[in-house]
């Protein structure tokens, strides 16, 4: 008795040879489509690659973007047109006078979805080209070096800086401290509290 895999197998074989599909084969590359041009994809990469010239893995991330970005749009474009043609074409009744209103009335949730792909495809692009800028602007930052050994702990002592003024107070070896009353500028309120 055959399994549900063998029973879809054999499905899908009866239904080709009924419909006369030809055979799904691998595509060379899948972000282009057996309508599309393999050339056009290849020279569209190398034209990115060798304006842009990128050093890192980073970068080579960002410009694929840019790149499927690019693409997307081209087929935005050529479905568009496509579009518009087979609406005009196929429908029964045409009018002369509107030739490219008619086709955006028929099918204007189509249009709609088409443009708002091409809007956010559009962002996606302006996005990946800001964050290709920045990149180069402010690069991430290489392997963590291995840390260097701590210093040995300082001690305090009266050299170092006093970290609220910044800056070591000089003291001579024989100095006695001096009263407030006998410098020359002193107030005579300070003179009043320490007496």
């Given amino acids: 008795m055959p399994n549900k895999r063998e029973d879809d197998a054999n499905y899908w074989r009866r239904r080709q040879e009924r419909d006369k599909l030809p055979s799904h084969k691998q595509l060379e590359n899948p972000c282009v489509l057996p309508c599309e041009d393999l050339a056009a994809w290849q020279l569209l990469v190398s034209e990115y690659y060798t304006h842009f010239q990128p050093t890192r893995p980073e970068e080579r991330a960002v410009i694929d973007d840019i790149i499927y970005c690019e693409w997307i749009l081209r087929r935005i474009y050529r479905t568009e047109v496509e579009l518009n043609q087979y609406i005009y074409e196929y ?61 040995a702990p300082v001690t305090q002592t009266n050299d ?20 407030i009353e006998s410098l020359p500028n002193a107030d005579p309120k300070d003179r009043m509290d320490r007496g």
Avoid: M
């Fill in 91 to 151: 429908k029964v009744r045409t009018h002369p006078d509107f030739p490219l209103g008619q086709p955006a009335a028929e099918a204007y949730k189509l249009f709609n979805a088409l443009e708002w792909r091409a809007i956010s495809t559009r962002k996606a692009l302006r996005e990946a080209l800001d964050e290709l800028r920045d990149l180069r602007l402010h690069p991430l930052p290489g392997p963590i070096p291995d840390p260097e050994p701590e210093p």
């Fill in 160 to 179: 170092s800086p006093n970290p609220e003024i910044g800056f070591v107070f000089e003291t001579c070896p024989n100095s006695e401290p001096v009263p």
